[in-house]
């Protein structure tokens, strides 16, 4: 018996749309199942074979979906998030319904629109053990869970970690509408919001602190200090942060 002679094709096209198809190319495959979303998938290799009448079959590399995946889903996932899996299959090139984008997690977060068409993975995916790569992630917020790039953060202005505004009792509208914000351990918990810190946070920006260096901030002023030689330190007060001449740089010993 012998084998049918297989062709290498540099790419294909999609039945109905006449979409180019190359190797590399992420793609959207029809569901078994006409109620589920496309299957998405990329493109490792194009072939035809003789003995089945020229019809264009593709090696592909499944994404999977949150609730495909072992532990499925959970709070942190994006909706269109995707884990790229390390199960290959071959199907006929009819199914490809249209083409896709999977960015990277950084990409896709700096999109002005997502469209229908975009998709991110920040994970590999092992489908018979379930295990991710990489198997850790920085984590947010007091509910420490990963970044959801659907969900709306809040960032604090002082020590810069972010938070979801139903951690920090706020509803979206009250988030959306505040200019500056300081979490409660920046603010020890009683202190209005954007008051002192308002213009603590200017400062910080207009003088451009240096690694390392001590704030200190209270309703009446606002001290930047820093060690010099061990011993001395400089401090410039309130009213010098917003003066438009050169900071004034007063030496303590």
Wanted: some cysteine.
């Amino acid at each position: 018996m012998t084998r049918a002679k297989k062709e290498a094709l540099d790419y294909c096209t999609i039945k109905g749309n006449g979409k180019v198809v190359k190797v590399g190319d992420t793609v959207l495959m029809r569901a078994q199942d006409p109620d589920n979303p496309p299957y998405v998938a990329r493109v490792e290799k194009i072939e035809s074979e003789a003995r089945s009448n020229g019809h264009v079959r593709v090696r592909v590399r499944w994404y999977y979906r949150p609730e495909e995946s072992i532990g499925g889903r959970r709070p942190f996932h994006g909706v269109k998030e995707l884990f790229l899996s390390d199960h290959y299959d071959t199907q006929i090139a009819d199914t490809i319904e249209d083409k896709c984008v999977v960015h990277s997690f950084k990409n896709y977060t700096k999109l002005d629109s997502v469209g229908a068409e975009d998709y991110f993975c920040r994970f590999e995916y092992k489908a018979a053990t379930g295990a991710f790569t990489p198997d850790r992630v920085a984590v947010y917020c007091k509910c420490e869970m990963p970044y959801n790039p659907d969900d709306l953060m809040v960032q604090c202005e002082l020590c810069k970690d972010w938070f979801h505004p139903a951690c920090m009792n706020l509803n979206t509208e009250q988030a959306k509408a505040m200019e500056y914000f300081y979490c409660p351990d920046c603010t020890d918990g009683d202190k209005k919001q954007g008051n002192p810190a308002k213009d603590f946070s200017v400062a910080k920006k207009f003088i451009n602190i240096p690694e390392g260096d001590v704030w200190e901030s209270s309703m009446l002023d606002l001290i930047y200090s820093k060690k010099i030689d061990g011993e001395r330190t400089i401090k410039t007060t309130f009213d010098d942060v917003f003066s438009k001449r050169a900071i004034k740089i007063v030496k303590i010993l």
